[in-house]
Nanobody, 126 residues
Framework: QAQLVESGGGLVQAGGSLRLSCAAS????????MGWFRQAPGKERELVAA????????YYKDSVKGRFTMSRDIAKNTVYLHMNSLLPEDTAVYYC???????????????????WGQGTQVTVSS
């Protein structure tokens, strides 16, 4: 059974950094497009960063460009979200998601992803 497990969240001061990890198990996700979403209280879940199956195309939400970087370690079956210069508005639960192998490119909506982690809380204090 395929499973995604996020870790690395926590409480950090504004300007600080965190690295989120999403470890996959049960099968390889090396050929899946992957994404990182976040959901703040009272708001919809939104795409923050995504990568196509081969890394050829990437997406970053405008407000995180230059601050967040998504990467993947094929050997470890893990994707990462490196977050620098964190702002209080980055506070949210962050979710890792994987698309079906049928799709080579990433999706921009939650319904386009078939695999989800349980989420990890990121809180940025001002």
């Amino acid at each position: 059974q395929a499973q995604l497990v996020e870790s690395g969240g926590g409480l950090v001061q504004a300007g600080g950094s965190l690295r989120l990890s999403c470890a996959a198990s049960g099968r390889s996700f090396s050929k899946n497009a992957m994404g990182w979403f976040r959901q703040a209280p009272g708001k919809e879940r939104e795409l923050v960063a995504a990568v196509s199956w081969d890394g050829g195309s990437t997406y970053y939400k405008d407000s995180v460009k230059g601050r967040f970087t998504m990467s993947r370690d094929i050997a470890k079956n893990t994707v990462y979200l490196h977050m620098n210069s964190l702002l209080p508005e980055d506070t949210a639960v962050y979710y890792c998601a994987g698309r079906s192998l049928f799709y080579s490119d990433f999706g921009r909506s939650t319904y386009e992803y078939d695999y989800w982690g349980q989420g990890t809380q990121v809180t940025v204090s001002s």
